[in-house]
Nanobody, 123 residues
């Protein structure tokens, strides 16, 4: 089992930045690729970003490409999502997730999920 705990959400204005963190425990962190997803009210959960176990490869949804950056620190068992130039449509609960390590970051196949952290962007 992998336990994931997100933090860093909050209420910001459009154009501001936030950095989300996700702390992992329970298994060897570097055995897992990591991803960030989000779910807005009334909408399905959607993929945001993913990173391979080593941090060498990343993958982004088109809606966040160029504004969000995913990174990880395997020594700290933590994955981050730096969110810049936030927009009201980025408002959602953000979840981190883990899946078995592979050479490519993907949007599918995640087995473990955190409880989520709320991000609200006002216009």
């Amino acid at each position: 089992q992998v336990q994931l705990v997100e933090s860093g959400g909050g209420l910001v204005q459009a154009g501001d930045s936030l950095r989300l963190s996700c702390a992992a425990s329970g298994r060897t962190f570097s055995n897992y690729n990591m991803g960030w997803f989000r779910q807005a009210p009334g909408k399905e959960r959607e993929f945001v970003a993913a990173i391979t176990w080593s941090g060498s490869s990343t993958y982004y949804a088109d809606s966040v490409k160029g504004r969000f950056t995913i990174s990880r620190d395997n020594a700290k068992n933590t994955v981050y999502l730096q969110m810049n130039s936030l927009k009201p449509e980025d408002t959602a609960v953000y979840y981190c997730a883990a899946r078995p390590a592979s050479g490519r970051p993907t949007a599918v196949g995640y087995d473990y999920w955190g409880q989520g952290t709320q991000v609200t962007v006002s216009s």
